[in-house]
DNA sequence: CGGTGCGTTGACATTTCTCAACTGTTGTGG
DNA sequence: CCACAACAGTTGAGAAATGTCAACGCACCG
């Protein structure tokens, strides 16, 4: 065990702190360094719904998920709830608003009953970046990553038709099983998936319909089977709903 | 390091290094830390419509406009020509695809006569970065100021309404002149804002059109002028009569 | 002049939204 | 155990927004 422990409060326990190891901008980092940014770090919970910050809120802390999932969510001046973001174990968010922007931009609320979180507190993680250039690149790292899985969302949301937007995001999420049958777990309720692609849930409910009775995708609750690859990228590059690409 | 040690690259003349000053994150920058950025650019010149890079390749540099501007843009998939950003003299780009990427992911096009740009050599540059820790509070903020644009565009892409995307971007442009008559010019053609808006040229049309028979603004060429500004923000905001909830 | 390309307008087709009704599940309380 | 409400999801019909196609004006440029 580590003997450090007299300089800090308690340090999380093990199981957050390996959580923390594996973020994946702060692997390549030095143990003795990863320990000082531990030093900053609480460990949090929150049931089912809980609300972590609330938009507009001052940005005092990032925090890493460890178990369960956080939601990113936003109202639309149109009245609709935006998912920004669906936050699963191992990642981390909020580090642009602490480094930047000062307040949170969206709600963060906890999806999953105990969900578990590594909070790092902003102002010594602040001051251990300025005092430590071994954290500014992983630091760096993490928010060119972030960026690009915003420039992703914004060519997402570009396209125009509906059914390029829900297959474009098909493509990008985890599959699983064999290429003649992907498996793919919608990680939202249906209706915040349609929001996340800026459409309604009737009109989600229909493309998924639609592309079943075409014959290449199955859909079970929230489980969807990807029979055709092909067609699924097809759909997402064509304008053409009607298939026969 | 290598052969090459006395190769410096001609420092850029005053005028340039002046731009590169005044980026906003390198504002703070001790000048003689400034200098030696200095010595990673070059001075670079563009005619009209000349490609500085192309997607998908090698990200080598970083760029600040000095004069003229650069189109950042890419195709969608639907075959729309998709303008991502347009950068105005004084800001810069590329950067997070030289930290990260390694690949530019869209065209970099002069959009006017003898666009003048310092171009930032990346190896130098990160070697610096490595070297000078005074150096990544910069870089992080720079990225973070982006992150905070894309976030912003994310969101005003979610609108589902073209009138409400249209009013959105025009609240965040420049304007100059009285409250009661802002003037706003588009620094982009009507069809290349429209696919910076998802919409089609003909849309846009006949938004405008529609606005300026309701009496609260007046179309000039490129100049738009916004008679009622409240009246501008509330097609921003809720388009919709609605309540989706 | 005559071509070329942007922007506008009109007529029409399509997509998507809206509203409403209905299903199925879940959780609550009797 | 059942009735019930509450809510996600589905489906249908009609309305609204937007895309498509075509024609035209207009500026620019050789």
Same mark, same amino acid.
């Given at each position: 065990?580590?003997?450090?422990?007299?300089?800090?409060?308690?340090?999380?326990?093990?199981?957050?702190?390996?959580?923390?190891?594996?973020?994946?901008?702060?692997?390549?980092?030095?143990?003795?360094?990863?320990?000082?940014?531990?030093?900053?770090?609480?460990?949090?919970?929150?049931?089912?719904?809980?609300?972590?910050?609330?938009?507009?809120?001052?940005?005092?802390?990032?925090?890493?998920?460890?178990?369960?999932?956080?939601?990113?969510?936003?109202?639309?001046?149109?009245?609709?709830?935006?998912?920004?973001?669906?936050?699963?174990?191992?990642?981390?968010?909020?580090?642009?608003? &602490?480094?930047?922007?000062?307040?949170?931009?969206?709600?963060?609320?906890?999806?999953?009953?105990?969900?578990?979180?590594?909070?790092?507190?902003?102002?010594?993680?602040?001051?251990?970046?300025?005092?430590?250039?071994?954290?500014?690149?992983?630091?760096?790292?993490? &928010?060119?990553?972030?960026?690009?899985?915003?420039?992703?969302?914004?060519?997402?949301?570009?396209?125009?038709?509906?059914?390029?937007?829900?297959?474009?995001?098909?493509?990008?999420?985890?599959?699983?099983?064999?290429?003649?049958? &992907?498996?793919?777990?919608?990680?939202?309720?249906?209706?915040?998936?349609?929001?996340?692609?800026?459409?309604?849930?009737?009109?989600?409910?229909?493309?998924?319909?639609?592309?079943?009775?075409?014959?290449?995708?199955?859909?079970?609750?929230?489980?969807?089977?990807?029979?055709?690859?092909?067609?699924?990228?097809?759909?997402?590059?064509?304008?053409?709903?009607?298939?026969?690409?």
């Amino acid at each position: 065990m580590p003997a450090s422990a007299h300089r800090r409060p308690p340090l999380i326990a093990p199981p957050l702190l390996e959580t923390l190891r594996r973020l994946p901008h702060f692997q390549g980092l030095a143990p003795e360094l990863l320990e000082r940014v531990a030093g900053c770090a609480r460990e949090r919970h929150l049931a089912r719904g809980e609300l972590l910050f609330a938009r507009g809120g001052a940005a005092r802390s990032f925090f890493v998920v460890h178990a369960g999932a956080i939601r990113l969510s936003r109202l639309s001046p149109e009245g609709r709830e935006h998912v920004v973001h669906q936050i699963a174990p191992g990642s981390s968010f909020a580090e642009a608003a &602490l480094l930047s922007f000062g307040r949170y931009p969206v709600d963060a609320q906890a999806t999953e009953e105990d969900t578990v979180l590594v909070e790092i507190a902003g102002e010594p993680f602040l001051r251990l970046l300025r005092e430590e250039e071994r954290l500014a690149p992983a630091v760096i790292g993490s &928010l060119c990553a972030r960026l690009a899985q915003l420039v992703e969302r914004v060519e997402e949301l570009s396209l125009v038709q509906a059914g390029s937007r829900l297959a474009r995001w098909l493509l990008r999420q985890p599959a699983s099983g064999p290429p003649e049958r &992907l498996a793919i777990d919608l990680a939202l309720q249906k209706r915040e998936l349609a929001a996340h692609l800026a459409m309604t849930p009737e009109t989600l409910s229909r493309l998924l319909r639609r592309w079943q009775d075409e014959g290449w995708l199955e859909v079970e609750g929230s489980r969807l089977f990807v029979l055709d690859a092909a067609r699924l990228a097809a759909t997402a590059g064509d304008s053409q709903p009607d298939g026969t690409a």
